[in-house]
């Protein structure tokens, strides 16, 4: 008698297709079922039961989540960021946990790079004046040129050198970065947050969210911004205490901001800073393109198949 198949449950749905998915997993001998908690803690406890392996993209793999584990060998997170999954609880149960950091990085960096443009040639704000009729009409505010001026990057993995190099013909004069774990080259300097909030002209995240990076910019950091700096987070929406923000822009402690991210998602509507005509915003769609999707479904995928041979993941976080 054959042995039941071993499963593989998605937590979370969202992509047109999952036939990548099924072709690996059926040649790996397993099954896949899409089992959508939307972000429901409640349902994932009884999602994951009887999974051999568990995807997931936002909805919550808590502690007790993983308590409910009753055979689970590995999580695998759709994505790069893992703060919605409890990696110290997975390594009490000796449940592996990987993502996928290496897809995406073109379109987010492209994403950071175009709403700094967006924000500094004042896009947004003049697309309204033209569509409401209005031709020439009053700079509300003064835009700079970014050459001769200072790029800060807090954190500086794949995604932040891409948004370096993509930023180089625009001829910023220095290049300040902060993270702790990276070897840095040449022709960057490295600098502290607060350096990096008091000298940039244009500040891009690209930091993970966890308990120490959570509001890292705050009102103290925000109060040694210039005047003409401009912050991009494509990173997590936690790094940035919104409200402070919004309390810096009104208060023109800064130029303006480009946010993809939001704490929590999808932030609420009415918040103030949506008001502010030197903001551009959008939906976490930073990582989006059809080839990003495809790659990202796949290389999850391939995660999987490592797990189910016994193989250690590629890119496993919990050792």
């Given at each position: 008698m054959n042995a039941p198949a071993r499963l593989v449950v998605a937590l979370d749905g969202g992509y047109a297709?999952?036939?990548?998915?099924?072709?690996?997993?059926?040649?790996?001998?397993?099954?896949?079922?899409?089992?959508?908690?939307?972000?429901?803690?409640?349902?994932a406890l009884e999602a994951v039961r009887g999974a051999?392996?568990?995807?997931?993209?936002?909805?919550?793999?808590?502690?007790?989540?993983?308590?409910?584990?009753?055979?689970?060998?590995?999580?695998v997170r759709y994505g790069i960021g893992v703060d919605n999954i409890d990696l110290q609880a997975a390594r009490e149960r000796q449940i592996r946990v990987a993502n996928v950091p290496d897809y995406g990085i073109e379109e987010v960096s492209t994403h950071a790079?175009?709403?700094?443009?967006?924000?500094?040639?004042?896009?947004?704000?003049?697309?309204?004046?033209?569509?409401?009729?209005?031709?020439?009409?009053?700079?509300?505010?003064?835009?700079?040129?970014?050459?001769?001026?200072?790029?800060?990057?807090?954190?500086?993995?794949r995604i932040a050198r891409q948004v370096q190099e993509k930023l180089a013909g625009f001829g910023f004069e220095r290049v300040l970065v902060h993270d702790p774990f990276a070897v840095l080259p040449a022709d960057v300097t490295a600098a502290s947050v607060e350096e990096i909030c008091a000298q940039s002209d244009a500040i891009s995240l690209h930091a993970p969210l966890t308990a120490q990076t959570r509001h890292l910019i705050d009102a103290p950091r925000l109060a040694l911004v210039r005047p003409t700096a401009i912050l991009v987070n494509t990173a997590r929406g936690g790094l940035v205490d919104l409200d402070a923000l919004h309390e810096a822009l009104v208060a023109k402690r800064l130029l303006g901001a480009g946010l993809d991210v939001f704490e929590p998602e999808p932030p609420a509507h009415t918040h103030p800073v949506f008001a502010l005509p030197n903001v551009v915003v959008s939906d976490h769609i930073g990582w989006y393109s059809e080839e990003a999707m495809r790659e990202l479904q796949r290389k999850a995928a391939e995660e999987v198949v490592r797990m189910l041979a016994g193989e250690t993941p590629k890119h496993w976080l919990n050792a």
């Open positions: 297709s999952y036939d990548q998915e099924e072709a690996l997993f059926g040649a790996a001998h397993a099954r896949f079922e899409l089992r959508p908690c939307a972000g429901s803690e409640a349902a051999d392996i568990v995807m997931v993209r936002e909805s919550p793999v808590s502690r007790a989540v993983i308590d409910a584990m009753d055979r689970c060998k590995g999580v790079v175009a709403l700094l443009l967006a924000v500094a040639r004042q896009v947004r704000q003049r697309d309204q004046h033209v569509r409401a009729g209005q031709w020439n009409a009053p700079r509300e505010q003064p835009m700079y040129r970014l050459r001769g001026r200072t790029l800060g990057l807090i954190g500086y993995g």
